[in-house]
């Protein structure tokens, strides 16, 4: 199912399209490196599906919602996100 995820790039925020697999044989979440992260809530914006959240200085996804789109993997500044 296709979402719009609000995406940054040098500086100006645009929409691009990204499909999930939410619902749909969903077996994968993005996962984050917590040593990594530095909480700056970009990847909490790119999200389509607010599986984003922050909690304890790092970037937390709550995998029974996250789609699997990699919208928050092309806006980590610090590439602590991957999903595999």
Do not use: W, Y
Not at 4 to 9: E, K, T, W
Not at 50 to 62: G, K, L, Q, R, S
């Amino acid at each position: 199912m296709p979402f719009q995820a609000n995406v940054r790039i040098q500086g100006h925020a645009i929409r691009l399209p990204f499909e999930c697999t939410q619902g749909e044989n969903h077996s994968m979440a993005a996962s984050i490196d917590a040593e990594k992260c530095t909480a700056c809530g970009e990847c909490v914006e790119a999200c389509p599906l607010d599986a984003i959240t922050i909690e304890d200085n790092h970037a937390v996804v709550d995998d029974q919602t996250c789609g699997d789109c990699g919208a928050c993997v092309e806006v980590c500044p610090t590439e602590s996100i991957t999903v595999s």
